[in-house]
């Protein structure tokens, strides 16, 4: 198999794969980076005990509340965002609240709460710790903050500042300023109201008192003594003719109009509605009405049950169709004509009230207008019986007319000007304090150790994820291509990574990879290449006793060793793994088995080492009963068996180096088609080359995480006891 299909292997094996974080691998590149993450958490802790100490301040909230009585509050103009003087092309609020709002939001209410803070101090009436807070009216309006309590009366006014003392200071000023503020801005329009009515009683006043002199003069110079004249009285019934004429004549014209409309509506007169209604033509569309409707609540009770292409469901559709035709039909027979709005006929009982509010408009119309005749009449009359007057007494009349005129207008401005003045002495209950601010005990959210707490935090996640994602980044690096033609070393197979969850299953119950993969396919496929790929480049070299070693752990390598074992087995060949890691011994375990201290290859050397002392010329047939004795069934295939490690020691060099050990060998590959050695890490000691320079060849199995300089070493060592590498394995992640 080519490299390019192991690439393309790679990229099935990542897309078969479910995403899940290996926690495992994290907590090791944290602990390999450790001190890293501390430095940059403790940077970071100080960062923010410099910035939640000196530059970051706790900050006091103040809360007051202040009560509104919409009910006296006029519906004021509040559009305070502009500089422009105050009601100037601004449109009124019919919301109390909403004016309220604008007015806690503006800029012309920090203007002036910050006014009254620098007036109070320069006073000694107030005392402020932090003055660098409150020098700007803009850095008053960030600490002001005021909203209507929903389905209340009540407006909470909130202050934030540096300082606890400081906040329930400026909270006060606020309440203050505000409730001042809301009162001028409520007192402009009524102020406004009652100089105008003020004005204009002086201006009648005046008009007044000139018309008295006037009548005055003009009776000393026509010597008029009588008040009541017969002209007096003519002129006063004049007047109220005249009135009379004018409000009988805008009725008519209101009925008129409202009369035309309604003929619009019907398009018929007054005398042809009531005719139509006389003919009983309104009962007639009142049954077709009441069976169309009877219609249409049978045909909804009986699609409960019955679908609409139903006989009957079909029938009873058809005759609610003709049932609206013959409504429609006498609806323009009964009313006229249809609507001209929107094309629908008015109903029928609508109908009639319409005719005789049609009727009733209409008389009402012509009352006015016959009215308006007899006053006519009257007023001819009048003005004919005063033409026969002398014209002084008629003057003398006018005059005192227009005198009571007058003095009506002006008794009707007091009257306004007392109820604008009884408005403006309880303006004092429009907006009222409710609650006094509040002294803050402790700071908000947040607080300097909250900053602190939460950069160091920041630090933290961020120097974690930098290691984590610099040693991902760093993996990366090998790749099938890398070790195939930066190193020469053919790539014999690329075996997927095993998630957390089924490495814990696969150990709880002692299977291997091979075996628990069935619903696996790629784990499966790859280690058959790695069979196929390591059959054929051995049978080209002639190699049959082979060592496995990793670049620097051996957390998986007897596990990686073990399953491609199986492979060889299952496909007909006699396969031994001997556990040569004395130090770390792990073939045992994947196989699910204790270290047999009694079979381990410790005894089993020294045995052989012993019996070659007492005959050197011993063949491998004398020496196959130790190694027959020392031999542990798998439990996986009949055809797999290994020897584990044994005892510890401690010169595992010269141990390696002896006779028994090259018996050993001997011994294996006479009886065995293949023999793996399990050895040591290459860069964890020397019994990895030791144990190479007995064997026929290599198999360099490279982590995932392994670094390009761990793998260039280690390849530099075989080399240098010129040990042939028959490939490599990768592995897509370690489990450490």
């Not at 000393?220 to 007047?239: A, F, H, M, P, Q």
């Not at 009962?283 to 219609?295: F, G, M, P, R, Y």
């Not at 490690?645 to 090259?662: I, Q, R, W």
Request: glycine fraction near 4%.
């Amino acid at each position: 198999m080519s490299i390019d299909d192991l690439i393309g292997m790679e990229d099935k094996v990542f897309d078969s794969e479910t995403l899940e974080i290996d926690f495992g691998y994290v907590r090791n590149i944290l602990a390999k980076h450790f001190k890293v993450v501390v430095a940059c958490t403790a940077l970071c802790l100080i960062i923010g005990i410099v910035f939640g100490l000196t530059v970051f301040s706790g900050r006091y909230k103040s809360e007051a509340t202040v009560i509104l009585n919409p009910i006296d509050i006029p519906n004021i103009l509040t559009n305070y965002r502009s500089g422009n003087t105050f009601f100037q092309g601004y449109t009124a609020r019919s919301n109390p609240y909403k004016n309220q709002e604008e007015l806690l939001r503006s800029r012309r209410l920090a203007e002036k709460v910050f006014k009254q803070i620098k007036e109070d101090l320069a006073d000694g009436k107030i005392k402020i710790n932090r003055k660098d807070a409150v020098n700007h009216h803009s850095k008053i309006a960030r600490m002001l903050d005021a909203k209507h309590v929903r389905g209340t009366d009540f407006i909470k006014i909130t202050v934030i500042a540096p300082d606890r003392l400081d906040a329930k200071v400026i909270a006060e000023e606020f309440v203050k300023v505000y409730v001042n503020e809301s009162l001028e801005i409520t007192r402009e329009p009524l102020d406004k109201q009652k100089n105008t009515l003020a004005q204009q009683m002086k201006k009648k006043t005046h008009e007044l008192e000139e018309l008295n002199d006037n009548i005055k003069n003009f009776q000393e110079k026509n010597k008029i003594v009588d008040l009541n004249t017969r002209g007096r009285v003519l002129v006063e019934k004049l007047e109220g003719l005249n009135t009379k004429i004018k409000d009988n004549e805008a009725l008519a014209n209101a009925y008129s109009g409202e009369a035309t409309a309604l003929e619009g509506q019907l398009n018929l007169k007054a005398k042809e509605g009531l005719k139509s209604v006389a003919r009983g033509q309104n009962s007639v569309l009142i049954k077709l009405q009441d069976e169309l409707s009877s219609a249409q609540q049978d045909y909804e009770v009986k699609s409960l049950t019955y679908s609409p292409t139903n006989p009957m469901m079909v029938k009873l559709d058809k005759k609610i169709q003709v049932l609206i035709e013959n409504v429609k039909s006498q609806q323009i027979q009964t009313v006229g004509a249809v609507s001209s709005d929107d094309n629908s006929v008015i109903k029928d009982r609508v109908r009639s009230d319409l005719v005789l509010r049609l009727a009733t408009r209409e008389a009402e119309a012509a009352a006015s207008l016959k009215r308006i005749a007899v006053f006519k009449k009257q007023d001819e009359e009048l003005k004919k019986e005063l033409s026969q007057l002398p014209s002084t007494q008629v003057r003398y009349a006018e005059l005192l007319l227009k005198r009571k005129d007058l003095e009506d207008i002006l008794s009707r401005i007091k009257a306004k000007l007392t109820e604008v003045q009884i408005q403006l002495t309880g303006l004092s209950a429009v907006i009222q304090p409710h609650d006094p601010p509040s002294d803050p005990v402790n700071p908000i959210f947040p607080q300097p150790w909250h900053i602190v707490l939460f950069i160091g935090s920041i630090g933290f996640i961020l120097s974690a994820l930098a290691v984590v994602a610099y040693e991902t980044f760093k993996n990366q690096t090998v790749s099938p291509r890398f070790v195939e033609r930066g190193l020469q070393i053919p790539v014999l197979a690329l075996i997927p990574w095993s998630t957390a969850g089924r490495w814990k299953s696969m150990k709880m119950s002692n299977s291997l990879e091979v075996l628990a993969s069935p619903g696996h396919a790629p784990t499966l496929k790859a280690y058959h290449t790695l069979a196929l790929n390591l059959k054929h480049q051995a049978n080209l070299h002639e190699h049959k006793c082979l060592a496995v070693s990793s670049i620097y752990q051996a957390n998986e390598q007897a596990n990686m060793l073990a399953n491609m074992a199986l492979c060889m087995a299952q496909s007909g060949h006699r396969v031994v793994i001997v556990d040569t890691n004395l130090g770390r011994p792990n073939v045992n375990e994947v196989f699910g088995h204790s270290l047999n201290y009694e079979k381990g290859l410790t005894e089993l050397i020294n045995d052989i080492s012993e019996s070659l002392i007492r005959n050197p010329e011993a063949t491998t047939h004398e020496l196959a009963p130790f190694v027959q004795k020392s031999l542990l069934e798998t439990n996986v295939h009949p055809d797999l068996h290994y020897i584990n490690a044994g005892v510890a020691l401690d010169n595992t060099f010269e141990f390696l180096n002896s006779a028994g050990f090259k018996g050993l060998i001997h011994v294996l590959r006479e009886h065995y088609d293949w023999v793996f050695f399990d050895t040591p890490p290459l860069l964890a000691g020397a019994d990895s080359y030791v144990i190479q320079n007995f064997s026929d060849a290599l198999v360099m199995l490279v982590e995932r995480d392994a670094t390009d300089d761990q793998i260039l070493l280690a390849n530099k060592k075989v080399m240098q006891i010129n040990t042939p590498i028959v490939g490599a394995v990768l592995r897509e992640h370690s489990q450490s």
